[in-house]
């Protein structure tokens, strides 16, 4: 598989699953609050307008990436702002474990779900990884 085709697999991805998340929120926010395993009741008390408010950015986001996966050559700005909300997502989370708001558990319960979709499209929107992948 080329860098180029790992690329685009990973915009689906993050796109497909993104919108499930934010669908979700959406639909049933204190069902999403309790059944995601990654322990959102350590943020506090459930607040159903939030969850339904950051369901509406993960759908737009979700949206954003596969767009981003179908116009590979000129999806930067898009890019960027998807980054932006991944990248600012997970910086509060960093601070928020660090302070000792959340538990040091959410090191690795936000692994996958938080941190590795910020470094993963960070890495995607390096001049080199885009040279390396011709876009």
Known sequence: ????????VSYWMLGLVSIVN??????????????????VTD?????AHFVHDIGVVFCVV???AIWCARHLASCLPVHWGITGFYAGHA??????????????SHWWIDAPLV??????????GLPATRRAASI
């Open 91 to 104: 910086l509060v989370h960093v601070v928020e474990i660090s302070s000792g708001w959340l538990p040091h």
């Open 43 to 47: 943020t506090g008390p459930m607040n």
């Open 1 to 8: 598989m080329t860098l180029r085709m790992v690329i685009t």
């Open 115 to 124: 941190f590795l979709p910020a470094v993963l499209l960070i890495v995607i």
């Open 22 to 39: 934010g669908l979700w929120m959406l639909a049933s926010p204190a069902g999403w609050f309790v059944g995601i395993p990654a322990a």
């Open 62 to 64: 979700g949206a954003g």
